[in-house]
């Protein structure tokens, strides 16, 4: 919820004002019921709310939750009311937590260190000059598959002094699992954890090292100053091994992940902690450049924008980057990217766009979210996008993007093969990879209510000519351009149905394709529209005509026991008993 009373003109209002206009363009999402606090980069995933960590291990592996508390916590002491809002920034990669926190002494009856309830009331004494704010950012780092971090920034705008007592893997009591040592070289200290997962049925488990940098146990801030501390952590994990096997061998094991663990954390410390908030930044906005913007729904089973944005982050964030690697060499980092702008026969088969289990309007937990990715991996598989899903992240969402409104790459060009009938819906497909450039494609309904298609191309290396022609190609193939207004294409309908429209590099093979679809006819798209309704079904009709028949002989039969029948009054026969059998 919104920062309540006189927050609003605090600091921690002022922080999370801009935080509207990124909701209103589904860019900033409050926690909330149907909102994990994920925060995860494909080997890492991270509940920020619940401070649960999880790895997975290896490409075909499930993920596997650790006996770790893998964030620190902040108890502010002296202070006598707090309001906090929580939201997940989806173009960052991270997760953000505002606290403003009024400081005093409690009065009678209140316990030292506990704050107040978050009202206007509770806050009636305070000005906006008496907030500390408090902001965290929680993140898994892109480019360093390894690394999460906690910032924690803390502004003291009062006369008195801010503290915060750390609670956490690196100031708390360590879990059972783990053994921890203190790391100490040169001027650089942190703590290492050793141990392993929960076994697995079989019996089976893997070995785990973390390397956390050290923090004290209380955080105090001069009045009128300000503090900004990143804590670091690196974990790394063994494949499965049979914990009975000789101790030698595990030792062994044991000491190789905490070699890599100590180094990592050591090439960490000498890196500034804003660069690698912005290395992390930078890297996820250019994963996250393509995308589905909706536009006007006008059903109940169409996914809003907020779903289809979630959905998107999170499959992102449970997705691994290989091209990301350091360790890649150049001949595999060609081939991946290869296999990146060569889709082969992706997307396959009918559109998801209502397909509620993959695009799911609430989500209540992060296993549920792991689950979500691994059937989203397995369709994308099944359906033509292997060599996208082999490539990570990109490649799952582009395949996504494909897949929502009905794109197939085929041998010669890409097709949108999307239903006619439920073009009702406005929606628009960001950054589709075609050879080395991106295509958009948008499905917009005019003033009359009819659809049609606009399409436009962003140029990414020597321009290439593109062309596009709508069903059926009995109009020459335009040549696309990357110019503001793109083009538009009216929706046309085949019978029998062929694909809406048709884009690729090959001129002659769009001439080509018309003498090969073999159509019966073509349509606009309301005339095809008028054809699957045309009303009112004949069984309807003939209901109603004998309805009336049988009213009508009913009726004829009571006048007839009337005047004629064996009941009906002498007077009555005598005047129409001319017309009585």
Not at 1 to 26: C, N, V, Y
Not at 188 to 197: D, I, K, N, T, V
Not at 355 to 381: C, F, M, R
Not at 426 to 443: Q, T
Request: proline share 7%.
């Amino acid at each position: 919820r919104w920062l309540p009373g006189r927050l609003r003109r605090a600091s921690g209002w002022a922080a999370t004002r801009a935080w509207r206009g990124l909701r209103e363009r589904g860019e900033a999402v409050p926690l909330g019921p149907g909102v994990p606090a994920l925060v995860a980069n494909g080997f890492l995933a991270l509940d920020a709310a619940n401070n649960r960590l999880w790895v997975t291990p290896g490409e075909r592996e499930p993920a596997v939750a650790l006996d770790f508390v893998p964030f620190v916590q902040l108890h502010p002491l002296n202070v006598l009311a707090e309001a906090r809002e929580t939201v997940l920034l989806l173009r960052e990669g991270l997760l953000r937590r505002v606290r403003c926190l009024q400081l005093g002494t409690p009065g009678p009856g209140s316990a030292a260190g506990v704050p107040g309830p978050a009202s206007a009331s509770g806050l009636s004494t305070g000005s906006g000059r008496d907030c500390v704010l408090l902001q965290e950012d929680f993140l898994a780092h892109r480019g360093r598959s390894h690394v999460y971090l906690q910032r924690i920034q803390l502004n003291n705008p009062t006369e008195r002094v801010a503290a915060l007592q750390t609670v956490g893997p690196t100031a708390g009591p360590v879990p059972k699992s783990f053994t921890s040592t203190l790391e100490k070289v040169e001027d650089h200290q942190f703590l290492l954890y050793s141990g392993r997962s929960t076994p697995l049925p079989n019996g089976l488990v893997h070995l785990v090292v973390v390397a956390a940098k050290k923090l004290v146990n209380r955080l105090q801030v001069a009045p009128k100053t300000q503090l900004d501390e990143t804590v670091l952590w690196v974990v790394h994990v063994s494949g499965l091994i049979n914990p009975l096997t000789l101790k030698s061998k595990v030792a062994k094991e044991l000491k190789a992940l905490q070699d890599l663990a100590r180094k990592e954390m050591l090439e960490l410390l000498e890196v500034p902690a804003a660069e690698l908030l912005q290395d992390h930044q930078h890297l996820w906005a250019q994963l996250f450049s393509p995308g589905v913007e909706m536009k006007k729904i006008t059903d109940a089973h169409t996914p809003s924008g907020l779903t289809v944005n979630l959905t998107l982050y999170y499959m992102l964030s449970c997705s691994p980057t290989p091209l990301l690697s350091p360790s890649l060499s150049h001949r595999e980092r060609e081939q991946l990217e290869a296999t990146l702008n060569y889709e082969d026969h992706c997307f396959s088969g009918h559109a998801t766009m209502h397909a509620e289990n993959l695009w799911p309007g609430h989500l209540s937990s992060v296993p549920q979210i792991l689950q979500l990715s691994d059937l989203w991996k397995l369709t994308l598989q099944k359906r033509g996008c292997k060599g996208l899903v082999k490539v990570g992240a990109p490649g799952i969402l582009q395949g996504m993007v494909l897949s929502f409104g009905g794109l197939q790459f085929t041998e010669n060009h890409l097709q949108f093969q999307a239903d006619p009938e439920v073009l009702h819906n406005s929606y628009a497909l960001h950054g589709i990879r075609y050879k080395n450039d991106h295509i958009n494609l948008a499905v917009l309904v005019d003033a009359e209510g009819k659809p049609y298609l606009h399409v436009s191309v962003e140029y990414r290396g020597h321009p290439v000519k593109i062309y596009a022609c709508e069903a059926g190609c009995l109009q020459d193939p335009v040549e696309l351009t990357s110019e503001s207004g793109g083009h538009t294409f009216s929706v046309m309908v085949t019978k029998p149905i062929t694909p809406l429209l048709y884009i690729s590099t090959d001129l002659m093979h769009l001439q080509d394709l018309r003498h090969t679809l073999h159509l019966k006819a073509i349509l606009a798209h309301d005339e095809h529209m008028a054809q699957q309704d045309p009303g009112l079904p004949f069984l309807f009709w003939f209901s109603v005509a004998s309805l009336i028949t049988l009213f009508h002989l009913f009726l004829f039969k009571l006048i007839y026991n009337e005047y004629c029948g064996p009941g009906a009054k002498p007077l009555f026969r005598s005047k129409v008993g001319h017309l009585c059998p």
